[in-house]
């Protein structure tokens, strides 16, 4: 993975240096929290509901053992003992001492690790594959270009002061995995006729208020230009974004205000100038980046271990976590390895620092010392032994993160929600354990196959509810929270954004709700057919009819649900949930 140069190291004890005078600043009383706001949004510091919250950058979801066990020594020291995995591939601690903040920095600046660029109107933490390296899909690897662009992007003068945040995601794979549609520039690597390497590239895709797919600017840039070519998109976007409105300060509202052709006409005109220019990545440059990605020392190994194999015929459970959470690598002999954070009682994406030393020794064990966070808040472990994988579920057994569930309905996808943010309108985290404890059944699970539910505690959509194959937003009626649920959203290749069915639920609806419409989709459904490609199939309105065809019960002492009732389309209500904070 990359490792700090000595202008890495300079620039970060220098930013360090200075946040800790703001903060002394702060707490002496010579600057307001309006004045302190913006240097502590630089340094991905928030104030939220309790207490302050710092996210810290994961470039591109690629972590050492080093820095996940940092992660558990500041969940130890300076939170309540765990940490929060994002969709952005970063980890946020929710209850930091305003004191504290720069000693964390410090600390993490000793592992190679900052927070810059985490918040503000900035270029954020660049996403980017989970199995970046390792797909058996992939055509080239993308992290050499995500760091390439992440070096651009920090402290780029120019762009310190965008109209509003700014997102990149860049895949090098054939499926995307990485949800580059819904970003405000969106990569994919592609090859041209002549199999040059090149990038497809995607601009003004979002979610939030307005969410919008992005559009094809160009089909190819050529890997050399890939900088000069975003940087006069940026540009433009910089010179002509609205600063008057922020629900309207998006790259997306641009693009869809001018037209992709204008906006690609006025990009175009700016990159003339500028596409042989200093930005131009060279064959040297890309090779100094390239090395630090270079692959590990894999053992030639059988493509398959016969041990594994027997194990699996045997061990249901065994089988089952290899269906989900195992997945296929391009060397023979290895696979990589989900670890769920889904686990039903536990908020998605939360990680104990328990767990996350043991990751970290995991990662030592079995994985070359690397580990990735994924945009749909799990960890991978990328380079396993096929033959250690028996060992390494009975490790992930002892931690709780080994639950079966990856691409399944209790795999959620879920924002922090208002238990803890400021915006949320609604609470997430006990809503997404009332639907795990609902649909906790794991064969249940697997009968309904792939299925994607995303929940946001407001329209800023931190938890992607757009794109959910069941999507869930929090929204506020008359102080109260509600819940509205949409159907029909999807990420990846097909990228699409969901529909709201109609009228929004109580708390203690929504679990009856997605029941009903699962039976639907068990109802209607062609053999192997997925959710998402039910509901493109049939369309909304059989899904709507059912879900509101009889009210929803929402008091106490309901019956169980009967899952075999499921399967024969028979509606069934819920046992009511109070969530305890």
Known sequence: MYRYDPFDHQIIAERVAQFRDQVRRRLSG??????????????GLYMQIHAYMLRIAVPYGLLSAAQMRMFASIARKYDRGYGHFTTRQNIQFNW???????????????????ANQTSGNCIRNITSDEFAGVAQDEIADPRPYAELLRQWSTFHPEFGYLPRKFKFAITGAAQDRVAIAVHDIGLAVVKNAQGEIGFRVLVGGGLGRTPIIGSEICAFVPWQHIITYAESIVRVY??????????????????????????????????????????????????????????????????????????????????????????PHKVPGYAAVLLSLKKTGIAPGDATAEQMDAAAELAERFSFGELRITHMQNLVLADVKQSDLITLWQAAKELDMDTPNIGLLTDIICCPG????????????????????????????????????????????????????????????????????????????????????????????????IARLLQVYVRERFEGERF???????????????????PVADDEGLQTPDYALLEKGVPYDMPYYSPRF
């Not at 974004?241 to 175009?268: H, M, P, S, T, W």
């Not at 270079?294 to 269906?323: G, I, T």
């Not at 998402?532 to 009889?550: E, L, M, N, Q």
Request: glycine fraction near 8%; proline fraction near 3%.
């Open 30 to 43: 010579e600057l307001t929290e309006d004045e302190f706001r913006i240097m502590r949004l630089q340094n």
């Open 238 to 327: 910089n010179e002509y974004g609205r600063r008057d409105n922020i629900y309207k300060a998006r790259i997306k509202i641009l693009v869809k205000a001018l037209g992709i052709e204008e906006f690609k006409r006025q990009v175009e005109a700016d990159w003339q100038f500028t596409k042989d220019g200093p930005c131009t990545i060279t064959v040297e440059e890309l090779n100094r980046v390239a090395a630090c990605f270079s692959a590990p020392a894999y053992q030639p190994l059988p493509k398959s271990d016969a041990e594994v194999a027997a194990y699996r015929r045997d061990n249901k459970a065994f089988s089952n976590w290899m269906q989900r959470n195992v997945k």
């Open 418 to 513: 208002g238990d803890f943010c400021t915006l949320a309108n609604a609470r997430s985290i006990p809503l997404a354990r009332a639907i795990n404890e609902r649909f906790d059944d794991l064969d249940f699970q697997h009968e309904i196959g792939e299925i994607e539910l995303n929940i946001s505690g407001c329209i800023n959509a931190c938890g992607h509810h757009h794109v959910g194959h069941i999507g869930i937003l929090g929204v506020d009626k008359d102080g109260e929270e509600w819940y509205q649920v949409s159907i029909g959203g999807a990420q990846g290749n097909a990228a699409s954004l969901g529909k709201v069915i109609g009228r929004s639920f109580t708390f203690a609806q929504i679990p009856e709700v």
């Open 532 to 550: 998402i490609d039910t509901v493109r199939r049939i369309g909304h309105d059989p899904f709507k009819d059912t879900v509101y065809a009889t």
């Open 96 to 114: 930091i001492n305003l004191q504290d903040a720069p000693v964390i920095l410090d600390d993490l600046a000793t592992v190679e690790m900052h």
